[in-house]
């Protein structure tokens, strides 16, 4: 099986001055899952090369096991800093299709046109999508077969406007993605705050925030290996 994880190059957080980027567990978690399963996985990003870690996701208080085994992992971090542009990228060669968040996909990857035809060209061919946290973001102006939006009528998940007002960041980012879904007639849904919650809708897997990385990734695995 071949994975193709596709990560923001945006590292501004609005007009803030600070910096943002993905977000490290909604990455590593994930990367390890399809790793332990020996799938092949390919970093990609919009520029290519080394992408923005978010600041805030290396502090203290959001390190998981994953985190640390990525910090360990030399060949991980040498995959990281060389991640391939996502306009060489060939959606015939994989089997599915994974965006960790944080808040850079806001700004770049839903407006990004090659991630548009990838996640339309995945979702298409039956291929297991998946989005966790402010990524279910690049679904933006994504459009199924109809022309409709991607998520019209999909049970889909995303960063809850509760969450976004608890990091302070409403009026910082350019959409809300709970907004957003709910917009594009998707049928929003969510756990608790900070919890893990997962919605899996045919082959679309999205999950709520920082800790439904791991089960989003698993819910992905399920559907690949079924």
């Known amino acids: 099986m071949k994975i193709l994880m596709v990560l923001t190059s945006h590292d501004t957080l609005g007009d803030t001055g600070l910096k943002t980027g993905f977000w490290l567990e909604e990455f590593a978690s994930p990367y390890f899952l399809f790793k332990d399963q020996n799938f092949e996985v ?4 919009p520029l290519g090369g080394q992408p923005p870690l978010d600041p805030k996701s290396d502090e203290p208080d959001f390190q998981t096991a994953a ?35 944080g808040h850079g996909p806001l700004w770049d990857l839903a407006e990004n046109k090659k991630s548009i035809s990838l996640i339309e060209e995945f979702y298409k061919q039956g291929k297991p999508v998946g989005l966790v946290c402010h990524a279910p973001g690049v679904l933006r102006h994504v459009k199924d077969t109809d022309g ?26 350019p959409f809300l993605v709970e907004d957003m879904l709910k917009e594009n007639e998707g049928v929003y849904c969510k756990g608790d705050d900070w919890g893990s919650y997962v919605e899996v809708d045919k082959n679309l897997v999205t999950g709520q925030n920082p800790a439904s990385s791991e089960a989003a990734a698993k819910r992905l695995i399920e559907i690949l290996n079924s």
């Open 42 to 45: 390919t970093l990609a990003s």
């Open 67 to 101: 985190t640390a085994r990525f910090k360990q992992d030399d060949q991980a971090q040498k995959e990281l800093t060389n991640t391939v542009r996502l306009d060489s990228i060939d959606p015939t060669q994989f089997n599915a299709i994974f965006y960790p968040g």
């Open 148 to 173: 409709k939006p991607l998520v019209k009528g999909k049970r889909v998940t995303g960063f809850s406007n509760t969450e976004e007002e608890a990091v302070q960041l409403t009026e910082v980012v």
